[in-house]
T-cell receptor, first 116, second 114 residues
Framework: AQKVTQAQTEISVVEKEDVTLDCVYE???????LFWYKQPPSGELVFLIRRNSFDEQNEISGRYSWNFQKSTSSFNFTITASQVVDSAVYFC?????????????FGRGTSLIVHP | SQTIHQWPATLVQPVGSPLSLECTVE??????LYWYRQAAGRGLQLLFY??????ISSEVPQNLSASRPQDRQFILSSKKLLLSDSGFYLC?????????????FGPGTRLTVT
């Protein structure tokens, strides 16, 4: 079975602070994919990044960066110099063969509140 | 480019009334389609998914049903709504084939059952 844990229910920061959202996963698959999605107050989930299990290279996209560590089964997301527009719920997800028809397993989400 | 539409955006329905939510995708063929519900507390609950016309898989037995009458159309229905059906309903699509495909979500329908 697959499992994704986002232990942080809510994080509150002040604008320009750096913030890291944690994601820990469990799977018995050797090939799997990890995702991050953003859900702003409007409600629509927006895909941010996909990472496969064979690529542990960290990725940076502007103020966003992702740290994938297979040894600790973690795929953490860092926002540098946070802005009010970053306020949203962020979901981590895992997809692999043991999930059944490759249906992704989502974490429960972390609500990020960035205060001006 | 691909787009996904959902309607209505908001809906208030009395208990016992029927429900029909529609989702359509443009700009792609043979997508996987999904219905999720998000109740207060944020978690995403997968309700149904479909890999083709007329092919529906149910993840959670409940008061709802789904149909896929056309390749890019996915409908969520209920004959009699319950209070517990209130929530935010999201439709999503993904390209077929394998685990690597990210999902693209529609704008959602906020349903309140009174």
């Amino acid at each position: 079975a697959q499992k994704v844990t986002q232990a942080q229910t809510e994080i509150s920061v002040v604008e320009k602070e750096d913030v890291t959202l944690d994601c820990v996963y469990e799977t018995r698959d050797t090939t799997y994919y990890l995702f991050w999605y953003k859900q702003p107050p409007s409600g629509e989930l927006v895909f941010l990044i996909r990472r496969n299990s064979f690529d542990e290279q960290n990725e940076i996209s502007g103020r966003y960066s992702w740290n994938f560590q297979k040894s600790t089964s973690s795929f953490n997301f860092t926002i540098t110099a946070s802005q009010v527009v970053d306020s949203a719920v962020y979901f981590c997800a895992l997809s692999g063969p043991s999930g059944g028809s490759y249906i992704p397993t989502f974490g429960r989400g972390t609500s990020l509140i960035v205060h001006p | 480019s691909q787009t996904i539409h959902q309607w209505p955006a908001t809906l208030v329905q009395p208990v016992g009334s029927p429900l029909s939510l529609e989702c359509t995708v443009e700009g792609t063929s043979n997508p996987n389609l999904y219905w999720y519900r998000q109740a207060a507390g944020r978690g995403l609950q997968l309700l149904f998914y479909s890999v083709g016309i007329g092919q529906i898989s149910s993840e959670v037995p409940q008061n709802l049903s789904a149909s896929r009458p056309q390749d890019r159309q996915f409908i969520l229905s209920s004959k009699k709504l319950l209070l517990s059906d209130s929530g935010f309903y999201l439709c999503a699509w993904s390209v077929r084939l394998g685990a690597k495909n990210e999902q693209y979500f529609g704008p959602g329908t906020r349903l309140t059952v009174t």
